[in-house]
């Protein structure tokens, strides 16, 4: 079974940091393109950053290039986002999400971890 | 960047009752259009892509019809587990991929 488990949010004041982790198994992690959605709370998705199978190809939404940094770990089935200067407006669940083959859309998502960006 | 508009907002139906949801894309995105659904507390989850092909486990209750900006997903006939917000998400053009802003469906 296709299983991806977030970690890492938590509470964090404006300017700080905080690194997320999607822990994958069920399926050959280092054979899917990843990515990590986010929700605000009461609001819709916003797509924020996507990673290629090695790492070779790597996008962010404009809100957030240059603060998040997204990394993978094919040996340990891991995914990442490193969030540096936090603003409130990134108060956000944040999914990781598998990218399925050439159609990129999400067939598994993890369950999310909240962030809340407040002083 | 594709903005994706859904309507409507929100859609107040009874079970059994048939739902059909809109989304406008604001330039053709030819049939690379998936329907997701959430419910509260939840991850989305796939329900259509490529405009109309059930992802795996999807009840035929639910369809998909549409190309170039028109898009709709149909429930012909709702069942209590239905009520929840569904949104269209596009990956034609991207980065960035873009999703729609969601359609509520309550119960009436």
């Known amino acids: 079974e296709v299983q991806l488990v977030d970690s890492g949010g938590g509470l964090v004041q404006p300017g700080g940091s905080l690194r997320l982790s999607c822990a994958a198994s069920?399926?050959?992690?280092?054979?899917?393109?990843m990515s990590w959605v986010r929700q605000p709370p009461g609001k819709g998705l916003e797509w924020v950053s996507y990673?290629?199978?090695?790492?070779?190809?790597?996008y962010y939404t404009d809100s957030v290039k240059g603060r998040f940094t997204i990394s993978r770990d094919n040996a340990q089935n891991s995914l990442y986002l490193q969030m540096n200067s936090l603003r409130a407006e990134d108060t956000a669940v944040y999914y990781c999400?598998?990218?399925?083959?050439?159609?990129?859309?999400?067939?598994?998502w993890g369950q999310g971890t909240l962030v809340t960006v407040s002083s | 960047e594709i903005v994706l508009t859904q309507s409507p907002a929100t859609l107040s139906l009874s079970p059994g009752e048939r739902a059909t949801l809109s989304c406008r894309a604001s330039?053709?995105?030819?049939?690379?259009l998936a329907w997701y659904q959430q419910k509260p507390g939840q991850a989305p989850r796939l329900l259509i892509y490529?405009?109309?092909n059930r992802a795996i486990g999807i009840p035929d209750r639910f369809s998909g019809s549409g190309s170039g900006t028109d898009f709709t997903l149909t429930i012909s006939s709702l069942e209590p587990e239905d009520f929840g917000v569904y949104y269209c998400?596009?990956?034609?053009?991207?980065?960035?991929?873009?999703f729609g802003q969601g359609t509520k469906v309550e119960v009436k």
């Open positions: 330039q053709s995105i030819s049939s690379y």
């Open positions: 490529d405009a109309f």
């Open positions: 990673i290629s199978i090695s790492g070779s190809t790597i």
């Open positions: 069920g399926f050959t992690f280092s054979s899917y393109s």
């Open positions: 999400a598998r990218v399925s083959g050439s159609s990129g859309y999400y067939f598994s």
């Open positions: 998400q596009q990956r034609y053009n991207w980065p960035p991929e873009t």
